[in-house]
């Protein structure tokens, strides 16, 4: 007899309990295409010489591989994971966590058709940068403001603006390159500038801007001011002041820009936090034009923000490619609730979360990692290694101040003797938990930063470390 005739069929299958009720919560093409290819594979075993079980042993286990198979395709792929990497503003983790403030007003943007680009006074068409624009004004100090993709994108668009076919002056000490194939002579080549590079890589004086203007008379069509924000140059430096590029570029009738990169609009100084320039200050030294991320430092969703003059804002406003980089409503809400609590400057450590994360004090983390050390102990119990808290260095990221650390602390996992492998199964299973936890593993230890767990995040943290004791066996 042909052992193949044994294979129950898809019908068979998908009537069994355990099947329909995962019809029920999948639907019948997703289940029923998991079925046909998890019994052509048991089909092409047995044609290669596989031994048949009995039926009822079989059909239970393409009962549990179907199951596997249905878990696995309807895992989404955006999975939420615990970032225990000790950078706080990750880009390849989704950089700043949104506030709840912000994540209720995402869900009721999302939720109902809302008033974008309508005005609900007049009746009439509205303009969707409304929803933010006084927002960022009030906390500014701009006069207009403008909202796209991301800050790569808003730099893109105000050099090809502003600056189409013509020069921009900016110091040689500032063409950076940033993560994801951000290059400032990149963009501004694409957007159509020509880049005026002034100055060394160390100096840049007043007087370099001065000659390259008198050098590209009508030619030129700003000066730029770039944040070198992801590195340092220290020793023997120089950096014309804000206030006097504004003021030279005003002289010619040229408007002067920064691109911030991070741009706080909060005093990080006041939490003991070096200094990162803000856009009010940029503004208030005489920059024309201001854009930074939204979802660096200013912890709110991916967006470009340019604040500044009116009339430049307005042409900015009219550039087809606006249109091409404009944002959604989910991100201007968004947006909108992260500013708004950037209106009481005394409790953005309690409410804006990544400020939070960043001002968090180390003996709250250590305490923290003190609660948590006796569940991770006993996950690991089996394996041969040493679990400590131990004091960490964390960093900001996406950039953002990229010489400072914050003082903070988590664990230090190592191994006993030279059995270095069991490392890195142990950062696999921490990955493979429901909710991945990524550590780093540096100078032979898988170090896990606390810095980004919230306290309310602890149980389930906890909870799923127990699946970690499969490994030692
Ligand atoms: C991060 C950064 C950018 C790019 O901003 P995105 O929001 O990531 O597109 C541009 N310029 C500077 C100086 C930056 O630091």
């Known amino acids: 007899m042909n052992p193949l005739s044994q294979l129950p069929s898809v019908d068979r299958l998908l009537s069994t309990a355990t099947l329909a009720s995962l019809l029920d919560a999948h639907g019948r093409a997703v289940v029923t295409g998991i079925v046909r290819d998890v019994l052509a594979e048991t089909r092409a075993a047995v044609i290669a010489g596989a031994p048949l079980p009995d039926e009822a042993a079989l059909i239970a286990a393409l009962i549990n591989e179907v199951g596997s198979g249905v878990t696995a395709k309807m895992q989404p792929k955006l999975r939420p994971v615990f970032n225990l990497t000790g950078t706080v503003l990750h880009t390849n983790l989704g950089r700043a966590t949104l506030p709840e403030e912000a994540v209720q007003a ?63 002056i900016v110091s040689r000490g500032e063409l950076i390159e940033i993560g994801g194939a951000f290059r400032v ?53 120089h950096a014309a002041p804000e206030a006097e590029l504004a003021q030279l570029a005003h002289e010619h009738g040229l408007p002067f820009v920064i691109d911030l990169g991070s741009g706080t609009l909060a005093d990080l100084a006041a939490y003991g936090l070096p200094h990162e320039p803000t856009p009010t200050e940029a503004i208030a030294a005489g920059a024309d034009l201001v854009c930074f991320s939204g979802d660096k430092l200013l912890g709110g969703p991916q967006a470009g ?25 989910l991100t201007l809400a968004a947006l909108e609730a992260v500013l708004a609590l950037y209106r009481d400057p005394d409790r953005l450590h309690l409410r804006v979360t990544a400020v939070r994360q960043l001002t968090r004090p180390e003996a709250e983390i ?41 003082p903070s602390a988590g664990f230090a996992i190592r191994p006993q003797g030279k059995r270095s492998g069991v490392l890195n199964r142990i950062e696999q299973g921490l990955r493979a938990l429901p909710k991945p936890a990524i550590g780093r593993i540096e100078d032979g230890a898988l170090l896990l930063d606390l810095r980004c767990l919230a306290e309310q995040e602890e149980p389930e943290f906890a909870a799923q470390l127990s699946a970690l004791s499969g490994l030692g066996t």
């Open 366 to 406: 250590a305490a923290q990692a003190a609660r948590l050390l006796p569940a991770l102990q006993s996950a690991l119990g089996g394996l041969p290694v040493t679990t400590e808290i131990v004091a960490l260095k964390s960093q900001i990221g996406s950039g953002s101040l990229p010489v400072d650390r914050l």
């Open 106 to 168: 995402l869900i009721v943007a999302a939720r109902s058709p809302c008033a974008l680009e309508y005005d609900i006074e007049s009746g009439g068409r509205g303009d969707r940068d409304n929803v933010v624009n006084d927002l960022l004004c009030e906390l500014t100090g701009a006069e207009a403001a403008t909202v796209v993709n991301n800050n790569a994108a808003a730099v893109f668009l105000l050099l090809n603006t502003l600056a189409q076919k013509k020069q921009v």
């Open 185 to 237: 002579p990149d963009i501004m080549s694409r957007a159509g500038a020509k880049l005026v590079e002034v100055g060394t890589t160390n100096r840049t004086h007043l007087k370099d801007f001065a000659e390259a203007i008198a050098t590209g008379g009508a030619r030129t069509a700003m000066l730029m001011k770039v944040h070198a924000s992801n590195y340092a140059i220290s020793g023997f430096t």
């Open 305 to 329: 923000l340019l604040v500044g003059r009116k009339d430049l804002i307005a042409k900015i406003k009219k550039n087809p490619l606006k249109r091409a980089l404009r944002v959604g409503k």
